[in-house]
């Protein structure tokens, strides 16, 4: 069983810096894909950031140029860099990891505020 735990949430004023961390535990080796999801409320979720083991790269139109998805291996962490953040950036933001065979795994989520 793989588990995902999110931490580095928190209040930030607009065009301040924050960044998510994504603990993995488990055995990750047979995770290929992994990323980042938001749900603002009232809203459907969106697809932040998304990479693959093969070097495929995805952010989404609202976050490109701003975010930054990464992987530390050592630590077996994700990573998601937010600069310039926007008041429309808040929302839970949920990591996720897509396995072998199917299986995805998800982080608790973290609530991010973007307000001054």
């Known amino acids: 069983q793989v588990q995902l735990v999110e931490s580095g949430g928190g209040l930030v004023q607009p065009g301040g810096s924050l960044t998510l961390s994504c603990a993995a535990s488990g055995n990750t080796s047979n995770c290929y894909t992994w990323g980042w999801v938001r749900q603002a409320p009232g809203e459907q979720r969106e697809l932040v950031a998304s990479?693959?083991?093969?070097?495929?790269?995805h952010y989404a139109d609202s976050v490109q140029g701003r975010f930054s998805s990464s992987r530390d291996n050592t630590k077996n962490t994700l990573l998601l860099q937010m600069n310039s953040l926007k008041p429309e950036d808040t929302a839970v933001y949920y990591c996720?990891?897509?396995?072998?065979?199917?299986?995805?795994?998800w982080g608790q989520g973290t609530q991010v505020t973007v307000s001054s």
């Open positions: 996720f990891l897509g396995c072998f065979e199917n299986n995805d795994y």
């Open positions: 990479e693959s083991n093969s070097g495929y790269v």
